[in-house]
């Protein structure tokens, strides 16, 4: 399997738009080698909100499959909520709600 080297930190308030919601770049990195679904799965994750299939899907589609190795989308997915929701509850408590739907929505996915 290749490993990439990837943004680390890759989340949505991280990313620079222009004023037409163009994506222009993507700051504060912070790097690690692994699969690029890593950095795919951390955005997903980064904001509460449209967090189902449907929303991912498309932006999973564009990676090459040598990119995402063998994974299962619905237990990768969970794990990456998992991380989110630690630092949901120290940094953006608000959010805390969003992330258990999310949580019982990825889940029920996995049974």
Known sequence: MLKYL????CGVHNFVLAGN??????IDPDPVVGEPLYDLI?????SPDMLTVDTIL????KLESEMTGSYELNKE???????????????????????????????????
Do not use: M
Not at 6 to 9: A, C, F, I, K, S
Not at 58 to 61: D, K, N, R, S
């Open 58 to 61: 498309p932006a999973l589609e």
């Open 21 to 26: 919601d163009t994506l222009t770049g993507i």
């Open 6 to 9: 990837l943004h680390g930190d």
């Open 77 to 111: 997915v969970l794990q990456g909520l998992y991380l989110r929701i630690a630092t949901c509850i120290r940094h953006h408590p608000k959010d805390l709600d969003q992330y258990t739907e999310a949580w019982t929505y990825w889940l029920n996915r996995v049974r």
């Open 42 to 46: 951390y955005s997903f994750c980064s």
